[in-house]
DNA sequence: TCTTTCTCCGTTATCGTTATTATTTATTTT
DNA sequence: AAAATAAATAATAACGATAACGGAGAAAGA
């Protein structure tokens, strides 16, 4: 592989003006441009980044911490993360952590060897392990569509996740249901908080409650959107409406209530979250919230090159507008 | 950020033996390398990554060009990927390619740059520009799921896909089926001519024959895969089984058979391919080919880095074995 | 004509680490 | 105790690009 000195050498000129050449060709003139430019064709020049970085102490890399990335909402994201990063001149460094504090300390710590210069975490834990606090508080990281529980010092993209969980239940009062399921995320997980608390604020004002046996912890997968359905089928008295925090467990409570000979909408009605491209697909259609994942994902990497470019984010907390979309699976309640 | 001269001013030892205790501490005394790691204790200090890659000319990165990270199969197979480079101290750089030429020379250039030691690529085409033929010759390159058309220099890790569409065909034969659609992808990816070739292969040992009619293109897309079912339920004599290159189109091609008012496998039989998660959980569930997506992308990712290592890879051509996975998206022929 | 200003370009230090070579110190052998 | 050997450490030159600085020469102004 050829370098700049060997450019340098061909074409009769000294190291830095071939850097400018490259850099800024404005600063050289048209003939020494030319010839230089002529030398780095016929050695097939290519600047070596790696010295580029290291010399600016920059890796124009940031590293995403994304708990799964076969999930097809968070793999949005990422293609939101990845655009923006590329009209910057920035890569993206894959961070599949599973959802294991190992990893995250593994990824996280990229940023801390120079390897990133920032991250992003889309789980809602705090990335770093615990002996790297002291250096990670200087590290540029940004979460998004989650919130790093009990830190309110990084700027969050997140949806409206209070206003939707409302919306959907206003959507199921208003199809006349009372007795609520809810298929959860993992309990520790602050947008299922808020969620939560949205729905049920809409409970509350329409008087209904929700029943706590009907309340069951999911994973977002459709495995155990199946084993809460079932759960929830099982119950004394069942429940009308499932609203499931995430599709794929929507599409699992679906795919067991139909095992089960029963429905939907017809003697359940069952409401998902992300509205992610088989939604649509499903039979029947699901009703979900629509979360614009490329826009969060495109947010957060901006918030994060402002942080790196040594700017303070324009807010703190960013939340995005959701929709809700209404096909087929939610309907009238007949009980 | 403190740096290694720092921890040898701190602990009275050169920067030598600073570097090194951390990389083989048997090489210093126990009396030394105890007063490093305090300094090291003392400063958090971490190496440069960045540093330590230029003076080493690697980047312990790869870069993976996939066409969509949004694709279930894809991200699976980047999961398989991701595992494999860190078990060896590799990163991985996501290259969402959209299926666009430049972003695909954009990133495949990172291999030029010494940003990259290597690069995965997910789709069939030739990923660096023209210009760049020259010096792309000595990039460590893999081929994984699909292989570069007209091009035999690069390793491939594939599936049997000739096998396996042969054994959707045999399961169709054998339910009876005699009249067969096909849904395919672009008509310029090999695996596409391989899974056809497999297809037709026994449909001739059965004497029957494709109609050239019953064969439409689709792209990979749910909604593809219903424009191709609309496309096939509309023809003269409408096939009572279709096989679907992949498993979205299958879904896809579901959704708009029953939109019909048909039923599958009632009506019409289809057979999708890949076996993502959502493929159990249709209604109904999906018959397809299972592929493992994950050891695909780790067996991809360790024959790169034995050429990375400089080791000409094991095998040129690695042949994974499927797994014909009968649901209830297909039976008997009832024509 | 003599400054002054500006354009263009070369010299060189620098970034943080590692590898090579040289040197010191400790240990063993005679 | 001297010599030979081994172990531990230090000094320093790379790696490739950039940026700060300065010098040379041309153009412009006094």
Redesign the interface.
């Known amino acids: ?1 050829s370098n700049i000195r060997e450019v340098a050498r061909l074409s009769g000129v000294s190291v830095a003006t071939v850097s400018r050449t490259l850099k800024d060709p404005r600063l050289v003139s048209p003939q020494t441009r030319e010839r230089v430019l002529k030398a780095v064709e016929e050695t ?1 020049y ?6 580029r ?2 010399s600016s ?1 920059k ?1 124009y ?1 940031v590293v ?1 911490l994304v708990p ?5 909402f968070f ?2 994201v ?2 939101g993360i ?2 923006a990063a ?1 009209d910057q001149g920035y ?4 961070g ?1 952590t599973q959802g294991k504090p190992e ?1 995250e300390h ?1 990824y996280a ?2 940023a ?4 990133a210069d920032g991250l992003i975490q889309l789980d809602c834990r705090y990335p770093f392990a615990e002996k790297d606090m ?2 990670a508080a200087s590290v540029p990281m940004v979460n998004a569509c989650e919130r790093i529980a009990d830190d309110a010092s990084y700027p969050v993209v997140e949806l409206d996740n209070r206003g939707a969980a409302s919306a959907v239940a206003r959507h199921l009062v208003a199809l006349g249901h009372r007795r609520m399921g809810v298929i959860t995320g993992p309990a520790t997980s602050p947008i299922v908080r808020d969620r939560l608390a949205g729905f049920c604020e809409v409970l509350r004002a329409s008087n209904l409650e929700l029943d706590e046996s009907l309340l069951v912890n999911g994973e977002f997968t ?1 495995s155990s959107g ?1 084993r809460g359905a079932e759960t929830l089928l099982s119950a004394n008295r069942p429940p009308s409406a499932i609203f499931c925090m995430n599709d794929e467990m929507a ?2 409570a ?2 067991q209530i ?1 095992k089960k000979g029963l429905s939907v909408p017809g003697d359940i009605s069952v409401v998902g979250f992300d509205n992610i ?2 939604a649509s ?3 029947p259609p699901l009703t979900t919230i629509d979360q614009p994942a490329e826009e969060l994902g495109r947010r957060a990497m901006e918030t994060l090159l402002q942080m790196i470019a040594g700017n303070p984010p324009e807010q703190k907390r960013a939340k995005l507008a959701f929709d809700l979309v209404i096909r087929e699976s939610s309907g009238e309640c007949r009980d």
């Open positions: 592989m097939g290519r600047p070596n980044l790696l010295a970085n290291f102490g890796s890399a995403v799964n990335v076969a999930n097809p793999s949005k990422i293609r990845e655009q590329q890569s993206v460094l894959l599949d990893r593994f710590g990229m801390l060897t120079s390897q002291a250096l459709m199946a599409i699992g679906i795919h139909k491209e088989f697909f499903m039979d």
